[in-house]
């Protein structure tokens, strides 16, 4: 079985942050997200900025797509966007929309299950539409409320697809592991890295951890 | 009863195109509509430079919120923004985010149905906690299958809420005005406008429907 990656989300809203950020952790991670605030405030200059930059590491873009999805992803992808995110809450023909951008750039998309309710219909129709990657997903606010991924991402591994399955919500050192052992191919990091006093002494330590699984 | 307001989705994904059509149009409409796939492209910069062009123009940021509420509208606000969009798909805490970071502002919240299944459950809702405007929103991806939102604001003007309903979904010429009189205190126009051979006289023509309305 391959390895797990580790994927850092980049939430400030500052662009020289953002890069000073990836600059920092880049050596432990193997994808660098561009988070939704992130994105909204910079624009797809950022994504050129950051692959520009890291030209070998995977930049995901999380754009959270909801409508026009072709349309608004493909500038994405032509700008160096490896893996751009469409929500799960969205038309079916949206998803699809994004995964024939995708499918131009030789890219990927990935489905969002934020917010669904039936995740394990979504994930499984968004599969068979040719998404590349599924995301389990509990957001920041709903964080707050005291919710987590760990649940639902044994739903989605429990279905066999053929997908890659990324979580993300929370996860920390002391759940890095059981997270790729229950069937995660993509583990998101955030808060636990950047809210760290040293970035990437903790992207370190968390890419022995994964690599230890 | 006030007349409706009439808003203009820009569409572009390119700034300057963006700045010239709503510089076109803006002699005609109420509120200059910074789409998703834009304001993504281009980012905080260009609610900026909108708010400056057009002081006297209310300016709706399409962020379409999905998580990080008040996180992510805030800067949108602060740089000028009249009204953002949070999704109705979203946690209800993110909406109360985007709720709290537009009155921070003295501006407004507007939540938007696209992709919600329980509409009129979503907008009571959001009205009770506090939500400005109730966005009925087929998109363009629903759109493109033949859908239109027009049985929704019949839905939802009947809830009798205290908020003001907006409707965007192929409105033209010749839905514009039974809109208004189905309960729409805002009618959205984009394709009706952009893709006229000048946008202007199509504008022109709309301010005039929507005042006899």
Chains 1, 2 share one sequence.
Request: net charge negative; hydrophobic share 50%.
């Amino acid at each position: 079985m391959a390895k797990a990656l580790i994927q850092m989300a980049l939430d400030s809203l500052d662009f020289d942050v953002t890069m000073g950020l990836a600059e920092q952790v880049a050596p432990y991670v193997d994808i660098l997200e561009i988070g939704t605030p992130c994105i909204k405030a910079n624009g797809v200059e950022l994504v050129k900025a950051l692959n520009a930059a890291h030209p070998n590491k995977l930049i995901l873009v999380d754009l959270k797509t909801m409508d026009a999805g072709e349309y608004e992803a493909t500038p994405f992808y032509e700008a160096g966007g490896d893996i751009a995110t469409v929500l799960g809450a969205a038309d079916m023909a949206t998803i699809g929309g994004v995964i024939k951008a995708a499918n131009a750039s030789n890219a990927e998309a990935q489905v969002d299950l934020i917010g669904v309710n039936d995740k394990a219909g979504v994930a499984a129709a968004a599969a068979k539409m040719g998404a590349h990657i599924i995301g389990v997903h509990t957001g920041l606010d709903a964080q707050a409320a005291g919710q987590t991924p760990f649940a639902d991402l044994n739903t989605i591994a429990g279905l066999g697809l053929d997908v890659r399955i990324s979580v993300a919500g929370g996860i920390n050192k002391d759940t890095i592991q059981s997270t790729v052992q229950a069937g995660a191919t993509i583990v998101v990091v955030g808060a636990a890295i950047y809210g760290a006093d040293s970035p990437a002494d903790s992207a370190k330590e968390l890419r022995a951890l994964v690599d230890a699984a």
